[in-house]
């Protein structure tokens, strides 16, 4: 009997494609959740219901501090945002479908097999990322045999398939961000129900009374909180904290999937708005003004490319190394006010500041203003041609 590697959230998707990889297919599943910073009991259900379906072998691949290091990080220095918000979702995917491979590989599989349906996201992101690094055969059963919500739950039914504590939203959790879809979510004209937030609190209930904060970087990357220094998944746990707390971080928009079809979604984010918040201010000081334009190309292009499922092109390492010279000098602290759904940047400083004080300064003395006089007066000639010459009819 063939084997296969199961990406498995222990949700109704992943759950009866169980079932029907044994039954459709003939094959012998091997389940794997790849820990990604999901909430504790998101990792430990798929554990729970795998072997409550029967599932011979389960694995918890714990991979959370390697997505903030080597994912988050990137995306931070990248300022990685689709359409009005900060990537999550679309980050963590590559990484899980290569630690699938990883494991299909140790067991000897035939076969790697996902939950996806044919309208997402994800069928790009895993499948893309899997054929970049394995010769394993990709099944979809939910997509393969074009199976809606309501068939599914009918199959589970008539094969007595366990559904454990399934959720009224499509949710999708990492430690970078969290997604809600689905229900009455899918009418645009709903307003997203307060019950669908679990890590931001709204506006009216935040605190009357504003946080200080200072975020530390070095590189690009953030390493303190208020002085402390801390690693990558902390101050990254510890901003969705702090950020949530004050009601940041909401975002609900129409989004353009991958296939073209326009989607409502919802997210919380309050950790990455508030790290990305800062960072930007930081490059204000930091870089130059050549290089925030270009900075926003590449902003633009490397969002794409993760979104679009494509982490394992090559320009995206090639943007990484431009990111990574440029992002040396973005270097130092920010100082952010929190209140009530707002963030205002206070103060910024850095031993890399391209702001200079004295130059600025209307007191300046040492500056001949005379001097600009010239470069004043040939300033827009050729819009002044235009003006002269091809209107005057």
Known sequence: MKKVVLAFSGGLDTTVCVKLLQEKYNMEVITACVDVGQPDDEIRRPAEVANKIGVKKHYTIDAKHEFAEEFIFRGIKANAEYEGYPLSTSLARPLIAMKIVQLAEKENADAIAHGCTGKGNDQFRFETTIRSSSLCEIIAPVRDLSLTRTEELDYAKTHDIPLYSEKLYSIDENLWGRSIEGDVLEDPMVETPEEAFEWTVSTDEAPDEAQIIKISFEKGVPVA????????????????????????????????RIIGLKSRENYETPGAVLILTAHKALEQLTLSREELKFANTITQTYSEIVY????????????????DNMQKRVTGNVKLRLHKGSIKTLSRESPYSLYSEEAVTFEDKETDQREIAGMVKNYGLQAACYQKICKKN
């Open 308 to 323: 679009n499922g494509l982490w394992h092109e090559p320009l995206r390492e090639d943007l990484d190394c431009i990111v």
């Open 225 to 256: 909180l208020d002085d402390v220094e801390m690693g990558a998944y902390k101050i990254i746990s510890e901003s969705n904290r702090i950020a949530g707390l004050h009601g940041i971080g909401r975002i609900d928009i129409i989004e353009d």
